[in-house]
């Protein structure tokens, strides 16, 4: 083998994992949006998860993406270890499809339609159209298709690269002896862990050996082995996202070499059984691309057929191997994964399910804070103190993750999402400051010992069922993205202004009565100012969430019509709200 076929090959091989970097990477764009969020959604069974493993990985062409996905949702508390271990038993199946792939460009004719579907006029067909929509189509979508193909024909080349690179080999003594060493299983499989840990992929590995078996010196006694380790060594990328995550996380991370070791021992096994059991049975003697991708197939489909039954036993052992985290648990605000930035749409997903917990602690803590009026106590008043703290929380993680997802690449839709909860991010946390400004007007009476008058009470309590209703109205419609119930906040947050100038009117009488005291009046006049602030918030949440809609809710014309108060459902929401509440 000269020097140069050595450059060729290394540049065979560049070739060939950019290819697969690319086209992978345009997969996901394309179809990852649609994919990714099904894999916790409805993997809730073991076998259901298999199966989404499989497919998932067979679109997206890595089982290690998969993998690290699947570490992220049981990190974050979407998913259980036992359904992440179906997942990565299907990831470890469906890498297989890259075999199949890189089996076209073995394909050669010299005439009629063997020559329509060879490798050079199928790579050159696929690079032809992708560079035309790469340069030529405005469209996103048609851009990543573009990459796609462009990568799909890159590989394609690097292959053919590769593989006449190493065709003099069969000839040379040192590879046949090596090749020869690799028939030795423990040192197969050991070559073919640490080639694939040192390429960081799977469908890389399987690749170069499709290339090496086409100098005709590869036996299938050295093919197992190498195949069996590169099932092995494929888990060193996943191993590397357990770095900072929960033990559950770990534990997930753990799963993927846990039952790769475990599926080559036991198909090992049940391998050197049938060879002794059955000795005339014969087997490849030399193999070849499409022989190696079989192989490879069958191999894993075996390993996950044993393991299937077996997830029990591989989740007690991970419980083993890897043991709690000592203390509380993370706050589940603190668990917006940055493995799922590369991932737009499971990282929406997971910011969405945290700003609809942040909406809950908002709401909480303005009911807890009401609830002091009636009855004050010390417990109540930490209580809003830590609803507080725990939405300042929220809303520092989600800004800083919100802001790092906007740098990606995003569809119109998902740009609408992060810049709906960006909008509503400050106007939730400011309800919490009022509800411990609330809490801090109870605690002020109460030390006072001092109450409102009757009628005072009567007007708070009217004034805080409206704020409790248009509270609970606002975060139903922003978890629900209910428009319709968006659309009726307005008319109750401006019943809310007038209902507090009517009591602040209304005190300033009852002072010139001689029947309230100054004191109490600023203590009133603190309530009603943040009971109106906490309306003014949530009819920024509800303008900010049907501003973002679509056109079909003629947002525009909604907006300014509103803001005249010309519409019938605003003076018929109005009339019906004031009805309701009335001083």
């Not at 993750?401 to 946390?429: I, K, N």
Request: include cysteine; charge should be negative; charged fraction near 15%.
């Amino acid at each position: 083998m000269s020097f140069s076929d050595v450059i060729s090959l290394l540049s065979g091989v560049a070739l060939f994992l950019f290819g697969m970097s690319l086209m992978g990477d345009g997969l996901k764009q394309v179809s990852g949006d649609r994919l990714e969020p099904i894999l916790y959604r409805l993997s809730g069974t073991t076998l259901r998860g298999v199966l989404l493993g499989t497919g998932v990985t067979a679109v997206i062409q890595s089982s290690c993406a998969t993998a690290v996905m699947t570490v992220g949702f049981v990190n974050s508390g979407m998913m259980k270890v036992r359904q992440g271990i179906g997942i990565i038993l299907g990831a470890i199946l469906g890498t297989s499809i890259t075999g199949w792939v890189i089996c076209l460009s073995y394909l050669e004719g010299t005439g009629g339609l063997a020559q329509l579907v060879s490798t050079s006029t199928l790579t050159g067909i696929v690079a032809v159209v992708g560079i035309g929509l790469r340069s030529f189509s405005k469209n996103p979508t048609h851009h990543h298709v573009g990459d796609i193909m462009m990568g799909f024909a890159v590989l394609m080349f690097g292959m053919s690269t590769m593989s006449g690179s190493v065709r003099g080999l069969g000839e040379a003594e040192w590879f046949i002896s090596a090749l020869t060493s690799m028939s030795n299983p423990i040192l197969g499989v050991l070559a073919g862990t640490l080639f694939t840990a040192l390429l960081q992929s799977a469908s890389a590995a399987v690749g170069i050996v499709q290339a090496l078996s086409v100098t005709g010196a590869m036996g299938f006694d050295a093919a197992l082995p190498l195949l069996m380790g590169i099932s092995i060594g494929a888990a060193a990328p996943v191993l590397i996202s357990a770095i900072g995550a929960s033990s559950e996380g770990r534990r997930t991370a753990f799963a993927y070499p846990l039952s790769a070791c475990m599926g080559v021992l036991v198909s090992g096994v049940l391998f050197a059984l049938f060879r002794l059991l059955l000795p005339q049975i014969a087997l490849p003697g030399v193999v070849n691309p499409f022989s190696i991708a079989g192989v490879n197939t069958v191999l894993r489909l075996v390993m996950v057929v044993l393991l299937l039954p077996f997830t029990k036993v591989i989740e007690d052992l991970l419980n083993r191997m890897v043991p709690d985290d000592q203390g509380n648990e993370a706050d589940p605000a603190l668990r917006l994964e940055e493995r799922f930035l590369i991932h737009p749409a499971l990282a929406i997903e997971q910011s969405k399910l945290t700003i609809h917990d942040m909406a809950e602690h908002a709401e909480q803590g303005i009911r807890s804070a009401f609830a002091l009026f009636e009855e004050y106590t010390d417990l109540g008043f930490e209580q809003v103190k830590d609803l507080e703290n725990r939405v300042d929380e929220y809303e520092d993680v989600l800004g800083t993750y919100l802001v790092q997802l906007t740098g990606r690449e995003l569809t119109p839709a998902q740009s609408t999402a992060v810049s709906e909860y960006l909008h509503t991010l400050s106007d939730f946390e400011r309800i919490s400051d009022h509800s411990l400004n609330l809490a801090q007007s109870a605690q002020e009476m109460h030390k006072r010992k001092e109450s409102f008058s009757d009628e005072a009470l009567k007007e708070l309590s009217v004034l805080i069922g409206a704020v409790s209703q248009v509270m609970s109205m606002t975060v139903t419609a922003f978890q629900e993205n209910d428009l319709n119930l968006a659309a009726r906040v307005e008319p109750l947050e401006e019943l809310i202004d007038d209902l507090c100038d009517r009591i602040k009117m209304n005190h300033i009488k009852r002072l010139q009565k001689g029947t309230c005291s100054i004191p109490q009046g600023f203590v009133l006049n603190d309530i009603v100012t943040n009971c109106e602030r906490v309306s003014d918030h949530c009819s920024n949440i509800a303008v900010a969430m049907i501003e973002l809609s679509d056109d079909n809710f003629q947002t525009h014309e909604y907006m300014h019509a509103l803001r005249e108060k010309e519409t019938p459902e605003f003076q018929q929401a109005y009339e019906e709200y004031a009805h309701r509440f009335v001083l």
